[in-house]
């Protein structure tokens, strides 16, 4: 369950406002660039499909949750407007993201055919995608090695606040769902996870690709690249493949994994641009 001294913080902060970081801002590689360029360019519709799934069923709520829910609508709020700033910035590097836009709006439409309880039970499963990815993006810095300073603290900061957050959609389907059965239940929210997963893996691949095509990066050494990169160095979808498999288990809370040391060690004003050593990896 989630912890009852858990701390939600909104955190307003801006980054990169004043500098124009260079195009290939992480290390040099587009590969690396490409694969967060292309997350980042979902997050602005994404995190407001959020918003609006969540708020959808927060009447009634218990006190605690309530306050939760606020606190989470306004971390997004936030985090859509720090990665619309940062995709502008993808944009000024003459990149065209059009396609990668029109992916998301795609399947945030269909979603929205579905009734709004099979849309919080897609925004539970796109949360806790988020929160293992900002797990392992804040246990392991070298993720973010050789980044531009400012992106890296956009991209820590947000890790942070999606790790804080990481039960609200969680509590507010169980809420929303307390009349249903503990199979019906499972058996829901499992199926929406395999299903998130397939358009998450493919049109984020398909958005990465677009990227690398525009920067003249096609065909083996693209692909090649790309799969190098997730899945063996640094190897971040690798690396989250068991917490992702833990949604599958009967009983399952993204509080069972209690991660906030990460975000006591990253949230301080100069830390989150700035992590001295990874701990230590079960991987």
Same mark, same amino acid.
């Given at each position: 369950?989630?912890?009852?001294?858990?701390?939600?913080?909104?955190?307003?902060?801006? *980054?990169?406002?004043?500098?124009?970081?260079?195009?290939?801002?992480?290390?040099?590689?587009?590969?690396?660039?490409?694969?967060?360029?292309?997350?980042?360019?979902?997050?602005?519709?994404?995190?407001?499909?959020?918003?609006?799934?969540?708020?959808?069923?927060?009447?009634?709520?218990?006190?605690?949750?309530?306050?939760?829910?606020?606190?989470?609508?306004?971390?997004?709020?936030?985090?859509?407007?720090? +990665?619309?700033?940062?995709?502008?910035?993808?944009?000024?590097?003459?990149?065209?993201?059009?396609?990668?836009?029109?992916?998301?709006?795609?399947?945030?439409?269909?979603?929205?055919?579905?009734?709004?309880?099979?849309?919080?039970?897609?925004?539970?499963?796109?949360?806790?995608?988020?929160?293992?990815?900002?797990?392992?993006?804040?246990?392991?810095?070298? +993720?973010?090695?050789?980044?531009?300073?400012?992106?890296?603290?956009?991209?820590?900061? +947000?890790?942070?606040?999606?790790?804080?957050?990481?039960?609200?959609?969680?509590?507010?389907?169980? +809420?929303?769902?307390?009349?249903?059965?503990?199979?019906?239940?499972?058996?829901?929210?499992?199926?929406?996870?395999?299903?998130?997963?397939?358009?998450?893996?493919?049109?984020?691949?398909?958005?990465?690709?677009?990227?690398?095509?525009?920067?003249?990066?096609?065909?083996?050494?693209?692909?090649?690249?790309?799969?190098?990169?997730?899945?063996?160095?640094?190897?971040?979808?690798?690396?989250?493949?068991?917490?992702?498999?833990?949604?599958?288990?009967?009983? *399952?809370?993204?509080?069972?994994?209690?991660?906030?040391?990460?975000?006591?060690?990253?949230?301080?004003?100069?830390?989150?641009?700035?992590?001295?050593?990874?701990?230590?990896?079960?991987?």
């Amino acid at each position: 369950m989630t912890p009852t001294d858990l701390t939600i913080t909104p955190r307003d902060r801006r *980054f990169g406002r004043d500098r124009r970081a260079e195009r290939h801002w992480l290390n040099g590689d587009p590969i690396a660039t490409a694969f967060f360029n292309a997350l980042s360019i979902t997050f602005p519709r994404g995190e407001a499909f959020f918003i609006e799934s969540v708020r959808a069923f927060r009447d009634g709520v218990p006190a605690q949750l309530a306050r939760e829910i606020a606190a989470f609508i306004r971390q997004e709020v936030v985090h859509s407007r720090e +990665h619309l700033a940062f995709n502008r910035q993808v944009t000024d590097h003459g990149y065209d993201v059009s396609q990668l836009d029109a992916d998301v709006t795609m399947v945030l439409d269909l979603a929205r055919q579905r009734p709004p309880i099979m849309s919080l039970a897609a925004t539970m499963a796109l949360e806790h995608f988020t929160a293992i990815l900002a797990h392992e993006l804040l246990r392991d810095p070298r +993720h973010l090695d050789g980044a531009d300073p400012d992106i890296a603290a956009l991209w820590r900061w +947000h890790a942070i606040e999606e790790i804080e957050h990481k039960g609200v959609a969680h509590d507010t389907w169980v +809420h929303a769902t307390r009349d249903w059965s503990r199979v019906r239940r499972w058996w829901v929210k499992s199926v929406m996870m395999l299903i998130v997963t397939k358009h998450f893996l493919h049109h984020r691949a398909r958005g990465m690709m677009e990227l690398l095509r525009q920067d003249g990066v096609t065909g083996v050494a693209a692909w090649g690249g790309l799969l190098r990169y997730a899945l063996v160095r640094p190897g971040i979808l690798r690396r989250v493949a068991l917490p992702w498999l833990g949604y599958f288990l009967p009983g *399952f809370h993204p509080w069972a994994v209690d991660d906030r040391d990460l975000i006591a060690r990253a949230d301080t004003p100069y830390a989150a641009a700035r992590q001295d050593a990874p701990l230590p990896s079960a991987a």
